[in-house]
Structures are given as structure tokens and as C-alpha cells.
């Protein structure tokens, strides 16, 4: 079964540190989704593509907080400078376009600022 | 606004009793209706889900019902066994760009 890649697995970096992740969606899934999971809560919604456009970032912090998906396929979210409250889980998911399309989540990057 | 509350926070139940999730939408527009089980330090996986033209889904344990003018869905477990012991997440696809907004969670423990 095809899966999302997330990497790196776990992060711990200082605060003021900048700080990246990376996602692979499944193949031929036009839609991803950058979620933070802060611990016992659900996941929230920073930024969604379609294909390589950004069609919601309304919760994404942008004085700190940057996403791309330059060739529609892989995506890019990048922290600078990260702060302590950026502790989280970051999942990608992507899904199919469609209304009834289901997400398919990625493992995660567990991030830590110290 | 754009908002999915998740009731209980909380549940304990005995193993082979019914578990009870349930939620509630603000858009009267969404059309898909997910629901997701997270087990510790895993992903979040799909379960269930129902879309806007159906009132009831069922799938062996598991059912998902949707009333749309109440705006509210909820999920049920049956015969409920400790591997169902997780976290589940409701959500919903609001029409505004398609997104899916997930509620809070709800910690379901089975007792043996």
C-alpha cells in the first residue's frame, strides 16, 4: 500500500534555529495538507495545495512559517526562527481531488525546540 | 466559523459494551463526514467516513450516523475490544477550499 514519506522522523532544535520538513505524498494525490498536532489535541491545518498552489494557509504563521510545492509532487514546510511553542507533531497528508477523497497522513515530524 | 467540537474528551467503557463519540459541524454546506483512529505515537488512519447524501454507514464493529439538519454525526463501536483502546478524531470538509477541520479528540479506554 503506498504511504506518505515524512522526514525527518524526529527534530530537536534550539529556538531562533531554522528548522525543515519534507513530504512525499502518495502518487498522483493532487492535494496535500501540512497539519500540526500539538500533544491531546487534533491536528490543525497550517497550509493546503492543490497541486503546486496554495489553496488555504489562513492559520499558517507566516512571519515565521513558509511552505512550497514548486513541482506540484513534493512539498517543503520550513521554520525560522523556531520558537518553544512550535513543539509538535507535523503530519502531511495528501488525498485525491475530490469531495469524498480521505486523507492518507504521513508518519509525522516530532519536532522539539529547546 | 470553521469548527468541529468532539464529545467526550473522555470514555472508559467495559470490553464488549457500545462507545458513543459525537460531533458537531458549524457548516451547513460540508459534505464529507471522516472519522480517525490515532493509537500512541502513531498516524492518524482512516476508520470510517460518510458522505453528506447518506444518513447511516456501517462497517462490521463500526457505524457512522449523520444528521444534516442538526449538523451533527457520531460514531459507534460495538462489542468494543481492547484494541479499540485510542484516540479518535471527527472531522469535517468545509466547503471553503475543500479543508478538512478535525476536532479535538476523544481518548477511548476499554477496561477488561
Known amino acids: 500500500e503506498a504511504e506518505v514519506a515524512q522526514s525527518p522522523r524526529y527534530k530537536i532544535t534550539e529556538k531562533s534555529q531554522a528548522v525543515a520538513f519534507w513530504c512525499d505524498p502518495i502518487s498522483g494525490h493532487a492535494t496535500l495538507y501540512w497539519y500540526r498536532q500539538i500533544l491531546g489535541q487534533g491536528p490543525e491545518l497550517l497550509v493546503q495545495?492543490?497541486?503546486?498552489?496554495?489553496?488555504?494557509d489562513s492559520q499558517l504563521p507566516k512571519d515565521r512559517f513558509s511552505a512550497e510545492r514548486l513541482k506540484g509532487v513534493d512539498s517543503t514546510l520550513k521554520i525560522q526562527p523556531a520558537e518553544l511553542g512550535d513543539s509538535a507533531m507535523y503530519l502531511c497528508a495528501s488525498s485525491l481531488t475530490g469531495n469524498a477523497s480521505p486523507l492518507h497522513f504521513g508518519n509525522g515530524t516530532r519536532l522539539t525546540v529547546t | 466559523g470553521e469548527n468541529v467540537e468532539q464529545h467526550p474528551s473522555t470514555l472508559s467503557v467495559q470490553e464488549g459494551d457500545s462507545a458513543v463519540i459525537k460531533c458537531t459541524y458549524s457548516d451547513s454546506a460540508s459534505n464529507y463526514f471522516p472519522w480517525y483512529k490515532q493509537e500512541l505515537g502513531k498516524r492518524p488512519q482512516l476508520i470510517i467516513d460518510?458522505?453528506?447524501?447518506?444518513g447511516e454507514k456501517k462497517d462490521q464493529r463500526i457505524a457512522v450516523t449523520l444528521n444534516k439538519t442538526a449538523k451533527h454525526f457520531s460514531l459507534h463501536i460495538t462489542e468494543t475490544q481492547p484494541e479499540d483502546s485510542a484516540v479518535y478524531f471527527c472531522?469535517?470538509?468545509?466547503?471553503?477550499?475543500?479543508?478538512?477541520?478535525f476536532g479535538s479528540g476523544t481518548r477511548l479506554s476499554i477496561r477488561p
Open positions: 495545495f492543490q497541486d503546486e498552489s496554495v489553496v488555504d
Open positions: 472531522a469535517a470538509r468545509y466547503s471553503s477550499a475543500s479543508k478538512i477541520i
Open positions: 460518510i458522505r453528506s447524501n447518506v
